[in-house]
């Protein structure tokens, strides 16, 4: 079965500061992950997707994520933390079956302080 | 743009209570899900469906039921709603070729 695990619930940056938000996957295939934000009392937005492409991939808001095969990890970066990157982040990876189905992680909450 | 909504952004129900959460979406998209969120459980699928009047269980579908009559409607039923289903429930669509899937503002459900 495919899981992801993320690895801080909470972070907290200084804005202008760089994001690392960190995330481990398993599955027994190539999968496809993304990165979903949530801001307060919204819907979950794709940030960006990778799927068997390029490994580095970009995504909206100048947010970027590696897909490390060997450490089966799919980090979410960020140079320079800004007071609107304050939300939830989850990872996700894609199943196999019915539905093009998805396993989201627990998440983690970005705090960015001034 | 997609655009995925829900009934209701906040529902105050009672135990025992039939509930009814409805989602519609836009964009003719074979795929629906439900999901329930939890802080520190992230989302959990309840229940898909990948074609008009056909639908899979999820991880948790238990005292959850749903109906897909029309492609761009998928109704979320609580036949009996209890306390510990009280939670943020989001409703996605997707491609059937895709694993993108697009996301509801979510309701809030609060059961006493």
């Known amino acids: 079965a495919q899981s992801v695990t993320q690895l801080d619930s909470h972070v907290s940056v200084s804005e202008g500061t760089p994001v690392l938000l960190r995330c481990n996957y398993s599955s027994s295939y190539s999968p496809s992950l993304f990165w979903y934000v949530q801001h307060p009392n919204k819907g979950l937005q794709l940030l960006l997707k990778?799927?068997?492409?390029?490994?580095l991939v970009k995504g909206i808001n100048g947010f970027e994520a590696e897909f490390k095969k060997s450490e089966t990890s799919f980090h979410l970066t960020k140079p320079s933390a800004h007071m609107s990157d304050a939300a939830e982040y989850f990872c996700v990876v894609s199943r196999t079956g019915t539905a093009s189905k998805l396993t989201f992680g627990t998440g983690t909450r970005l705090q960015v302080t001034l | 743009d997609v655009k995925v909504t829900q009934s209701s952004r906040y529902l105050v129900k009672r135990t025992g209570e039939k509930v009814f959460l409805e989602c519609v979406q836009d964009m003719d998209h074979e795929n629906m899900f439900w999901y329930r969120q939890d802080p520190g459980l992230g989302l959990r699928l309840i229940y898909f469906?990948?074609?008009?009047?056909?639908?899979e269980k999820g991880d948790i579908p238990e005292g959850y039921s749903v109906s897909r009559e029309k492609k761009e409607r998928f109704s979320l039923i609580l036949e009996s709603a209890s306390t510990n289903q009280t939670s943020m429930y989001l409703c996605?669509?997707?491609?059937?070729?895709?694993?993108?899937?697009?996301f509801g503002p979510g309701t809030r459900l609060t059961v006493t």
């Open positions: 996605a669509s997707g491609r059937s070729y895709s694993y993108e899937q697009y």
């Open positions: 990778y799927t068997s492409a390029a490994t």
């Open positions: 469906s990948y074609d008009v009047k056909m639908k």
